[in-house]
Nanobody
């Protein structure tokens, strides 16, 4: 059982990209889902999350540029990324949040990680 992220690619600074996070093996219709990213040589960092009830959370670095949303019909969570910057270059992962609200930015409180999708933003 995993959450698979896909939709990455090579884009130019200022472009937009939409990532998708889809489940395999089970549905996650009532679970919070988060997006994280890991750039080369850096630790994995929180990007955005959407909890039950539709509440959304963003890192300061993407707030106003990225939007997390959910399509309940196909259990897919999206990350719409606009005004991309070279600093957004990373492998993006999605996972299920299994903890309280206070831990929404803590990657140790997530599970069902998939393989991730690579996003490269050229200047």
């Amino acid at each position: 059982v995993q959450l698979q992220a896909f939709g990455g690619g090579l884009v130019q600074a200022g472009d937009s990209l939409r990532l998708s996070c889809a489940p395999s093996g089970r549905t996650f219709s009532n679970d919070g889902i988060g997006w994280f990213r890991q750039a080369p040589g850096k630790e994995r960092e929180f990007v955005a999350a959407r909890r039950k009830g539709g509440f959304t959370y963003y890192s300061d670095s993407v707030k106003g540029r990225f939007t997390i949303s959910r399509d309940n019909a196909n259990y897919t969570v999206y990350l719409q990324m606009n005004s991309l910057k070279p600093d957004d270059t990373a492998v993006y992962y999605c996972a299920r949040h299994r903890g309280p609200l206070s831990t929404v930015r803590d990657d140790t409180m997530y599970d069902y990680w998939g393989q991730g999708t690579e996003v490269t933003v050229s200047s």
